[in-house]
Structures are given as structure tokens and as C-alpha cells.
């Protein structure tokens, strides 16, 4: 079964640091590129960040770049989001997301979602 | 940054009606590099259609995808009770950006 599974949400307070990582299975890891998208409280979907396949390339979002580093261990199958300089603004449920094409040369389409991971940022 | 603009917020239908959903972009998405996504309440969204029209692994065929340019549509040809939910267009020719979702509830 092809599943992303989350973890290292939690809360942290305004300026904070915190580390997510995310646990792929079922599939070709080392295939795929792969991404973060978050979804505040009530709110719709922000893509945050994303890394092809060998990571040679990375992308963030305007309101992450410089704060959020994307990184993977395509012998461990992991995917981590190392993020700093955390505002109440980030408080989000994040989402692991696989793209669709095996690959892939270009942004893709997002096939598979984990269940989320929530980071709340609050003093 | 495109701009993923979709309407209606919200639409009221009833089960076996037909639901038309519309994704308009600020600039042109070559290639038809657009997708739609299913949400439901408590759960991670779903991948419907990808490169407009393309329908993703297992998704019913009630579920079509059209358009190209600026101008999008994602069609459910007879809602079923498990439909009503939130969609969301999204394009990735240049990053990646969201439409606002349109919410399909029963009316």
C-alpha cells in the first residue's frame, strides 16, 4: 500500500524552530519528487515547498523562503521540512504530498497525501 | 504568481443533479498543467483530474475535466452522496498555486 506518514507537529512558540518528517512506503521513493502543502484552520491549501527526485532542485512558497528548508534521505524513503523563524501565520495542518509522475522533469500534479501533521504557533 | 480564481464559493445542489465548476487563472496555464482536487471534511484532499482532462487512477468517469488557456471546468455529470465535498483547481506550470475551493453541498 503506498503511504506518507507524518510526524513531528507540535507546539512552538513565535520565532521557534521545528523539524517535520515524513515516511514514504509503498512505492519507489527515489522516483518521485516530492512536497509540503499546508492548510490553515478553516482554510484552504497553500502549497509551501517541494524537491524533485535526486534533489537537485528545490522550490518554496514567497511566504517560506529564507525560513523553511526542504530536504529528503532517499535511502531512508524520508522527506523532512526544517523550519525557522516560526510565526503565528504558520500555524497549519502539513501535508506530505507525492507528485504524480514518475520522474518527473517538471511540477507535477500531487497523487498521493499523507493524513497531515499539525504545527501550532502560539506563545 | 498565477492566480487561480473559482466560482462559485459554494454550490447547492441535489443527488443526481448535474454539478459545473469553474477555475479561471490570471495567466495563461500552458500545457494544460491544471488539476482538481476533492476535500472531504477531516480528510487529506484527493487527486481527480490532472493535465485538465486527464482523470487519475480510479476515479469515476461521472468526474471530467476541461478547458484550457485561462478557463477551466471540472463537471460531475450526476452527483452521488459521497460528491458533496470541497474542490479545489490547481495549476503547476509555474510553482504551484490553489484556487480558494468551491464547497458542493446538498441542497
Known amino acids: 500500500e503506498v503511504q506518507l506518514v507524518e510526524s513531528g507537529g507540535g507546539v512552538v512558540r513565535p520565532g521557534g524552530s521545528l523539524r517535520l518528517s515524513c515516511a514514504a512506503s509503498?512505492?519507489?521513493?527515489?522516483?518521485?519528487?516530492m512536497n509540503w502543502v499546508r492548510q490553515a484552520p478553516g482554510k484552504g491549501l497553500e502549497w509551501v515547498s517541494g524537491i524533485n527526485w535526486n534533489a537537485g532542485s528545490t522550490g518554496y512558497a514567497d511566504s517560506v523562503r529564507g525560513r523553511f528548508t526542504i530536504s529528503r534521505d532517499n535511502p531512508k524513503n524520508s522527506l523532512y521540512l526544517h523550519m525557522h523563524s516560526l510565526r503565528a501565520e504558520d500555524t497549519a495542518l502539513y501535508y506530505c504530498?507525492?507528485?504524480?509522475?514518475?520522474?518527473?522533469?517538471?511540477?507535477?500534479?500531487?497523487?498521493?497525501w499523507g493524513q497531515g501533521t499539525m504545527v501550532t504557533v502560539s506563545s | 504568481e498565477i492566480v487561480l480564481t473559482q466560482s462559485p464559493g459554494t454550490l447547492s445542489l441535489s443527488p443526481g443533479e448535474r454539478a459545473t465548476l469553474s477555475c479561471r487563472a490570471s495567466?495563461?496555464?500552458?500545457?494544460?498543467?491544471l488539476a482538481w482536487y476533492q476535500q472531504k471534511p477531516g480528510q487529506a484532499p484527493r487527486l481527480l483530474i490532472y493535465a485538465a482532462s486527464s482523470r487519475a487512477t480510479g476515479i469515476p468517469d461521472r468526474f471530467s475535466g476541461s478547458g484550457s488557456g485561462t478557463d477551466f471546468t471540472l463537471t460531475i455529470s450526476r452527483l452521488e452522496p459521497e460528491d458533496f465535498a470541497v474542490y479545489y483547481c490547481?495549476?503547476?506550470?509555474?510553482?504551484?498555486?490553489f484556487g480558494q475551493g468551491t464547497k458542493v453541498e446538498i441542497k
Open positions: 495567466q495563461s496555464v500552458s500545457s494544460s498543467y
Open positions: 504530498v507525492r507528485d504524480h509522475s514518475v520522474l518527473s522533469s517538471s511540477d507535477d500534479a500531487f497523487a498521493i
Open positions: 509503498g512505492f519507489t521513493f527515489d522516483d518521485f519528487g
Open positions: 490547481q495549476q503547476y506550470v509555474a510553482s504551484r498555486t
